[in-house]
């Protein structure tokens, strides 16, 4: 056991020491805090600066509408003073020549009413010089409030209380635990899962890969027939994969005292609870392990990353599924695909840890069984590891296939 230990220290020296990790490890989160703190400041910035007036020439068949939309652009001003809009009227027959003011930047963009708008029977349409998306939904938004106050007059109700009674109520979130009023957004709280699973799969998978060029590089050096004078390949496999967990261990750490500092800064520190934390540990330990223990098993067997990279695309490919299906996981934690994705091993740490967050009451039943599977896979996975271990990592030349893995398991 010392033997382990000693192999184990020695591959946690040699990779906490070199730059990538100081980089990813230090580096990569200050700098996507930064970036994240840029982008605000610049997005504020953006909407300091003022911009030109935007011309819209309007083309109301209805008759009604236009002076009404007129009067809306008195509040939309005093809201949004660095976006000034000017509504044209414009005939019918006109269209043609409005788009070419638009493409030569006379018009930013113009609006047909249509005379059956106000019965419901018709829409309008709209053509911009541009796409932006916030623009195009504030001139959008101004139309079908005109609109609609027109209808309410032509209907001869009161405006004013109807816009009374149909003014939403507000709402404080109250932490159910805690009974804390919450005051992050609901864009950090969606967010919340995505960003746990995404630390515990960047851990994860860039560590183990660490582990495979590791191997790699020391069985074309022929260090590894060095090493293997002094232990036995099983107490060296042990060793690297003890070794690599500590590292990964340590970059988890790191990065969720950084994230922990960054929600805080946010208003949003309530979403980073001791069991969501204590959860992803636990799930993060054995996930490493499996991955370790495939990776190196693929590693012993090959003499080149190429070669490696081959015989692992079909485990990144499976990777990549939890990264995929988040959104619909965070949004139905405890639907029966969510439920199945999370029975198998490969994926099961990355799909509990995001069903986990979205929904802290997954049942204990599911818990246990999802880590009793995963380490169950794990002592599977590392004894077919050693074994495919004990017979490759003397080996050199032509990669086996996955067939000579299954003959070398059963030789070794």
């Known amino acids: ?51 030109p007036v935007r011309r819209i020439a309007v083309i109301d068949e209805s008759g009604q509408v236009m002076p009404v939309l007129q009067e809306r652009l008195i509040p939309y001003a005093e809201e949004n003073p660095t976006r000034p809009l000017e509504f044209i009227p414009a005939e019918t027959g006109e269209a043609e020549s409005l788009s070419q003011q638009i493409r030569d930047g006379q018009l930013y963009a113009y609006i047909r009413i249509l005379a059956g708008v106000l019965d419901g029977s018709a829409g309008c349409e709209i053509a911009r010089g541009d796409a932006q998306l916030q623009m195009g939904r504030r001139i959008e938004a101004l139309v079908s409030e005109a609109v609609k106050s027109v209808r309410i007059q032509q209907a001869g109700l009161d405006a004013a209380l109807i816009a009374r009674l149909q003014t939403p109520p507000a709402f ?11 005051t992050g957004n609901e864009i ?17 998978m860039s560590i183990s890969q660490g582990l495979l060029t590791s191997l790699i590089e020391e069985k074309s050096s022929r260090v590894v027939e060095v090493l293997l004078s002094a232990v036995s390949p099983l107490q060296l496999l042990a060793g690297k994969i003890v070794g690599m967990v500590a590292v990964g261990l340590l970059l988890l750490s790191i990065w969720g005292v950084l994230g922990y500092v960054g929600a805080q800064a946010r208003d949003v520190g309530y979403l980073i609870t001791p069991f ?5 540990v636990l799930y993060f330990i054995p996930g490493f392990l499996l991955y370790s223990a495939m990776l190196a098993g693929i590693g012993s067997a090959c003499n080149t990353i190429k070669d490696a990279q081959s015989l692992a695309s079909p485990l990144t490919i499976l990777t990549i599924v939890p990264m995929m299906l988040w959104w619909y996981i965070s949004e139905n934690p405890q639907s029966v695909f969510s439920i199945v994705l999370s029975f198998i091993p490969p994926i099961t740490p990355f799909v509990m840890v995001l069903r986990i967050c979205a929904d802290p009451e997954t049942p204990l039943w599911q ?10 896979s794990v002592f599977i996975a590392i004894w077919a590891a050693a074994k495919i271990f004990r017979v490759g990592v003397l080996m050199y030349g032509k990669p086996p296939n996955l067939f000579e893995l299954i003959r070398w398991l059963r030789l070794a």
Do not use: C, H, N
């Open 367 to 376: 818990l246990i069984l999802t880590q009793g599977l995963l380490w169950a």
């Open 1 to 51: 056991m010392s033997k382990v230990f000693t192999v184990a220290f020695r591959e946690f020296i040699e990779v906490v020491k070199t730059k990538t990790f100081l980089f990813s490890s230090v580096f990569m989160p200050l700098l996507i805090v930064g970036l994240m703190y840029a982008t605000q400041w610049v997005s504020e910035l953006a909407e300091d600066e003022a911009q």
């Open 188 to 204: 950090a709280q969606f967010m919340t899962p995505f960003a746990f699973m995404f630390l515990l799969f960047m851990g994860t």
């Open 172 to 182: 404080r979130r109250i932490d159910a635990k805690t009974g804390d009023e919450t």
């Open 276 to 280: 969501r934390l204590t959860q992803m």
